[in-house]
Nanobody, 122 residues
Framework: QLQASGGGLVQAGASLRLSCAAS????????RGWFRQAPGKEREFVAG????????YYADSVKGRFTISRDNAKNTVYLQMNSLKPEDTAVYYC?????????????????WGQGTQVTVSS
């Protein structure tokens, strides 16, 4: 129901835009989030956005470089990633939760996409 795309291999300092399209149901009233998981590490929160888009929140490691946005008419959430660093290398997952508060933990999200690989070379 959630399909993440837009990953790839880029050099440090480059930009990528991830998309997460929903199908089968509407998530316009859901909080949406992006997480990432590097090899051998736990899945970590990256960014979240409220159902209206009026509230966004980020992990400290990406604040000022990444921007989350959504288009409810398209049932899609985006993650604009600028100034990418090698430590941003991971599989990126999009997620959705009916919770209206700022949700930063994986177990707070009920729906997950399949993940898209982002690799940043130095």
């Amino acid at each position: 129901q959630l399909q993440a795309s837009g990953g790839g291999l880029v050099q440090a300092g480059a930009s990528l835009r991830l998309s997460c399209a929903a199908s089968g149901r509407t998530f316009s009233s859901y909080t949406r989030g992006w997480f990432r998981q590097a090899p051998g590490k736990e899945r970590e929160f990256v960014a979240g956005i409220s159902w209206s888009g009026g509230s966004t929140y980020y992990a400290d490691s990406v604040k000022g470089r990444f921007t989350i946005s959504r288009d409810n008419a398209k049932n899609t959430v985006y993650l604009q990633m600028n100034s990418l660093k090698p430590e941003d290398t991971a599989v990126y997952y999009c997620a959705a939760t009916p919770e209206v508060r700022s949700s930063t933990k994986p177990n707070e999200y009920d729906y997950w996409g399949q993940g898209t690989q982002v690799t940043v070379s130095s």
